[in-house]
């Protein structure tokens, strides 16, 4: 499998890796998986790039899409679709505060908020569905885990 794009935490310790078989995949300095694939691209990812923080993921691919993700590669918000053809270039400010995006189609897009303001807008949409009033899944638990940890705990009412 061809690897389009890589990146390294601040810290030296952790590489993010984007390839032809539509995967993210994070590895140690060894080369051993930290987690399973994240999946979710249809088709190649083009980019990666890490958080200054190292907790967040944004991947671009061959779909159009930009996505962010946490380290257990769980989405963090919904997709960005701005794009018409592949997002060949990704990048997040060193603030967190901005997400860049680059494609095939000649431009470039900014998508302002931060992690904390996507996690925001996704968390209260799903705050009353079924599946995070009673969570069943590890996904779901693990989703209600990071809203509760990043969203509603700062809210005080969770």
């Known amino acids: 499998n061809w690897v389009y794009s890589v990146a390294m935490s601040r810290d030296g310790q952790t590489i993010v890796s984007g390839g032809v078989d539509g995967t ?3 590895w140690n300095l060894q080369g051993l998986p930290l987690a399973e694939p994240f999946r979710g691209h249809q088709g190649s990812v083009k980019s990666v790039a ?3 923080d190292g907790q967040t ?3 671009g691919g061959n779909d159009g899409t930009v996505r962010l993700w946490n380290l257990q590669g769980l989405p963090l918000a919904e997709l960005f679709r701005s794009h018409q053809g592949w997002v060949n270039s990704v990048a997040i400010s060193s603030d967190g ?11 470039v897009r900014l998508w302002p908020g931060g992690v904390r303001a996507w996690l925001q807008v996704c ?3 799903l705050r009353d569905h079924p599946i995070f009033t009673n969570p069943q899944t590890e996904e779901a638990k693990a ?4 809203c509760r940890k990043y969203v509603w705990s700062k809210e005080g009412d969770r």
Request: glycine letters at 12%; charged letters at 25%.
């Open 24 to 26: 993210v995949r994070l």
């Open 50 to 52: 890490m958080s200054r």
């Open 57 to 59: 993921i944004v991947s």
């Open 97 to 107: 505060q901005t997400i860049v995006s680059g494609g095939d189609d000649g431009t």
């Open 123 to 125: 968390c209260d949409k």
């Open 143 to 146: 989703a209600c885990e990071v």
